[in-house]
């Protein structure tokens, strides 16, 4: 099935970015309500594509781009592409319009809303592109928006480092991934997503590169979605506005390495390796979150924490890779994305109304923000797993999945029901504390925020419960066509329910419940036991390895560019002509050097002369006392070479020789003329070393010559091409002028630029006029 509905839903989406500074000129803070329509009627037509796809429809959309290099824009939506279309879409509306009011009278909302719009797109184009190529470039231009948008306020330091930090941990780890792609395509033999997951899975996993492809793939999904070690830079992203929190970090851009997690998963979870590597790296991020979000008392911290321990929670569910797993994984996804995007928005609310973010300083705000408090309440009580909620579910499936695992199934269930009981007690710290109890006084007089900061919250909430309540619409026509797409199983049914009686998961979920409670009681005293433990292991954790590494990599650049960067001209040729002595010496030995005189033709007297004058002049210019001598020895040398170029039949190459040489002698000498007279500043030696090295340089390059004059020839001459292309081709019968302006194209435009940049640079030179004394 083909529609090119896909790809048009990113362009317009992409579009209302670019018009976003422009409307916001025009229409101020009104911007936001016109430019949520645009993810709305993204939003509605995936929804439009939810009964094709339930019924096993797979939507394609092929566009012609780099047919010579086999790289096509395609798209293709199954049940995995769409489950994440219809997540970014729909939270999108919402930050969209949240961002309005949070961020209003801002001056630079038109351009925040470029950022956003930008990356919204990219994240709809990684979800939906079947070509691993176009993949990765939807997978790099998230990382741009992303660091624009997280250093939104780029005059605070903090922002410029969390938006740095995140660039170049995602941005490293996507580099790894392309490699890993590259090598996927050779093991693979097509670089067209679908049809690798067509492959039988031991394709891929019987591949001697299978190693490699694994590990460079993986460490592209652990760094976008902040897995341990890399998950420092995901609570610094904090740094940001609400509204980016909301929804890069909740709901989208970490996301964007589970879902690659989950759309390779048929071809390379084959391999043992697979569960090996991934499900202790999910539990390590998932222990390391809680951990973490222990200690906080900034909302938006406990968020960003927590966060990454679901993060952690859906890779370990993907590295255990059962039918129970995938099934836990995608419920969870989409719970999460409900209740943690509403919880940041609410979380924003209450420091942009309230003044504070600091829970120990929130209490009673639920009378003057019932509808924030409302969607905050409905938010945290799917994140602890109450009953009726999403939350309740996916935790009550996740158990489920633990239990059938196979391995050491009895500590994934350890570890799963300890985190899960912290989690429930960050859930009422962070969503429900803050809006009962006795008034606390707030930095700003707490008033409710506007409708549209608030309607993303409640409506959100309001959906965890809902589907909570009837989970059966999403398992069947949403969580069922992803499992299928993860499993490669067409035949997946995962039907959701409710209650499935008492069972063992039940009584997980009430011993979760009880420890939650346990642990909400007991928070305070664990923050303060713990004051001095958290500073002892940020120390020498993987922070400051980066932060090491960082600093040894400014160290080195500001070094190398003090020795090689130094601007003396002398000392860059000197570089470059050493390295390729060095080069050359090692290279020339492995071939003969045959003087063939039969093969030569023989001088003749215009060549010899001309040959004679260039060495003559070089030599003369070494030893020329004033710049004006040297310019004019050397505008020779450049006539000389003009000559051997007309004498071998390149009558185009000499005339522009001839045109450049005497332009360049005129503007050496108005550029020269005032200077003071020529110095010399060289020792003896340096200039012996000099000398050494020019000689040294001339006889590699003489010997380079002499090899490649001796070659047989292994390839048909281009030029042969050239002529007989010229006029069938380019319509053209002077060879020399279809060359440049057809065949070079390209490298002509590149020489016309550089022609242009130096003649603006000349006549600004020119046009300078000394200061009247």
Known sequence: MSFPGCPLTIAAVFAAGF??????????????????????????????????????????????????????????????????????????????????????????????????????????????????????????????????????????????????????????????????FILLTLAAGTPEISRILALPPSTVASSPLFPWI????????????????????????????????????????????????????????????????????????????????????????????????VLGTLTMLLGIGSELAIKACLVYLIAHALYKAALFMAAGSVDHEAGTREVDSLSGLGRSMPFTAAGAILGALSMAGIPLLLGFVSKEYFYKALLDADGPAFLWEIIGVGTSMILFALAFITGVRPFFGTFKATPKPPHEAPWIMWIGPLV????????????????????????????????????LKLWHGWNTAVFLSVLTVIGGAAALAIAPRWRHATTSLYPALGAIGPERLYDLFLESLLSFAKWQTRILQNGKLRNYILTVGGFAVLLLGLALPRHAIVLDFAKMSPPSLLGATACLLIASAAIFACFATSRFTAILTLGVVGLGVAILFFLFSAPDLAMTQILVETLTVVLFVLAFYKLPLLRDFSSRAIKIRDAILAAIFGAFMSALVLIAFNFERVARPISDYMSQNSLPLANGRNVVNVILVDFRALDTLGEITVLAIAALGVYAMLSLKAPKP
């Open 214 to 309: 694994l590990a460079l793939i993986l460490l592209g999904a652990f760094t976008k979605s902040a897995q341990f070690p890399f998950h420092f830079w995901l609570p610094n992203a904090m740094a940001a506005p609400a509204p980016v929190s909301a929804f890069l970090h909740s709901a989208t851009m970490v996301k964007a390495g589970i879902f690659l997690l989950a759309r390779l998963h048929p071809c390379l979870s084959a391999h043992e390796l697979w569960t090996v590597i991934v499900a202790p790296v999910g539990a390590a991020t998932l222990i390391t979150g809680i951990f973490l979000a222990a200690r906080e008392t900034d909302l938006k911290k406990i968020l960003a924490y927590t966060t990454l321990a």
């Open 19 to 180: 018009a976003a500074p422009a409307l916001h000129r025009v229409l101020g803070n009104h911007v936001a309500k016109l430019l949520a329509l645009v993810p709305l009627g993204a939003f509605l037509f995936y929804c439009s594509l939810v009964p094709s796809v339930a019924g096993g429809n797979v939507i394609k959309t092929a566009i012609p781009w780099a047919d010579s290099l086999g790289i096509p824009l395609t798209f293709f939506v199954d049940g995995l592409s769409l489950l994440f279309l219809l997540v970014i879409s729909l939270v999108g509306v919402f930050v969209v319009l949240y961002a309005g009011g949070y961020l209003h009278g801002s001056k630079s909302l038109g351009k925040f809303y470029l950022y956003l719009m930008g990356f919204m797109a990219a994240m709809l184009g990684i979800v939906s592109s079947d070509n691993l190529i176009l993949l990765f470039i939807f997978w790099e231009l998230t990382s741009i928006t992303s660091f624009l948008l997280i250093g939104y306020y780029h005059t605070q330091a903090d922002s410029r480092r969390a938006a740095l930090q995140a660039l170049l941990v995602t941005g490293a780890g996507g580099l790894a991934m392309l490699a890993g």
């Open 460 to 495: 959100l909430g309001a959906l965890a419960l809902k589907f909570g309540l009837f989970p059966g619409w999403i398992g069947e026509n949403l969580i069922s066509p992803a499992a299928r797409a993860v499993l490669a199983d067409a035949t997946f049914d995962a039907h």
